[in-house]
């Protein structure tokens, strides 16, 4: 095909999509809808960055996920808890492609369709994930695992031959600090204590921009003193970033929530303040009254 005509092409394809978006009753959102949206790129106009509904997940006949609707605001610090089998880790597993429903929406904003994704992709549109045992590099040291999570994230291939702009710098310097090993930057990720080591992932994760954090249990062994500091952290990444948070620690719960989402038998059992839910009744029985 000569240059004039993949030219002309364009400019039809183009034309169509406009159309197309201008002939909706919503003005172009409904034909925006299930498209893919290149990274960085996230309509959350509609005052929602994660969005599930009905989602249904069955393993060999059993329901681990049935029926589960919730969506989550921009910049929000969501709290799950729920019993063991609940459905928390395959929710997780949904949003980030590594699980496919059998049915239901998951939408990344209100144009990205996150079953029309797979694990990397979703990866890239920005949705970091931190599982609960930590995955740092320990034959590297702390500035050497977060060069290297950006490294990975822009997917660079001669990473001899890599070095950090300005910008990239000022950024590891800036998430150093937030995760409070700014005085480590030099030590080796094995002679992290398990706290430092979860903070490092969290950092690895956040060198890549994530517009919502899935945190897996993450003060899971932690002393006191990393907890505190970790509620502190988190308290301080919302609002830039979107977190979801599964644990069992209560009082590290009441510490960061605002709202938190109880899931039982796959679907939302109660959602609320934390008083709220500690009051219902089915909480209780299901969960907290263990
Ligand atoms: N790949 C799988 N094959 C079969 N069953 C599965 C699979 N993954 C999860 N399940 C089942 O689905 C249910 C939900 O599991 P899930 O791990 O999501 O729960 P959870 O809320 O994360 O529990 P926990 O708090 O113990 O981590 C459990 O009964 C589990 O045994």
Same mark, same amino acid.
């Not at 329901?63 to 049935?66: D, L, P, Q, R, Y």
């Not at 291939?157 to 001899?160: I, L, V, W, Y």
């Given at each position: 095909m000569t240059p004039d005509l993949m030219e002309e092409g364009t400019r039809r394809m183009q034309a169509v999509a406009v159309k197309a978006a201008q002939d909706t009753e919503s003005g172009g959102r409904k034909a925006g809808y299930s498209r893919i949206a290149t990274p960085g790129e996230v309509d959350t106009t509609h005052g929602r960055i994660l969005y599930l509904e009905d989602v249904h997940v069955s393993f060999d006949g059993f329901? =681990? *996920?049935?029926g589960l609707n919730l969506d989550i605001a921009p910049g929000e610090l969501r709290c799950i808890i729920g019993p063991n089998g609940a459905g928390k880790t395959t929710m997780m597993d949904i949003i980030t492609g590594k699980t496919r429903p059998d049915s239901g929406t998951v939408f990344f904003? $209100?144009? *990205?369709? #996150? #079953?029309?994704?797979n694990e990397p992709q979703i990866a890239q549109l920005g949705i970091g994930r931190k599982f609960q045992k930590p995955t740092v590099? %320990?034959? #590297?040291?702390v500035f050497e695992n977060l060069e290297l999570a950006l490294k990975t994230h822009k997917g660079v291939?001669? $990473?001899?031959f890599f070095r950090l702009d300005s910008t990239q710098s000022d950024r590891l310097a800036e998430v150093l600090h937030t995760i409070h090993l700014a005085g480590s /930057?030099?030590?080796? =990720? !094995?002679? #992290? $204590?398990h706290g430092q080591k979860q903070w490092l992932e969290i950092g690895m994760l956040l060198m890549q921009d994530p517009k919502l954090l899935l945190l897996d %249990?993450? /003060? =899971? !062994?932690?002393t006191d003193d990393e907890t505190a500091r970790t509620a502190e952290l988190f308290l301080r990444l919302k609002g830039q970033h979107s977190l979801m948070v599964v644990e069992h620690d209560m009082s590290f719960i009441a510490t960061i929530s605002e709202k938190v989402t109880v899931l039982c038998d796959g679907s939302v059992l109660a959602e609320g303040t934390l008083a709220q839910v500690q009051a219902d009744e089915r909480v209780i029985e299901v969960y907290l009254g263990r």
């Open positions: 329901k =681990a *996920i049935n904003g $209100s144009t *990205i369709d #996150l #079953l029309r994704h590099f %320990e034959q #590297l040291t291939k001669h $990473s001899m /930057v030099h030590r080796m =990720a !094995g002679e #992290l $204590s %249990e993450p /003060v =899971a !062994g932690m």
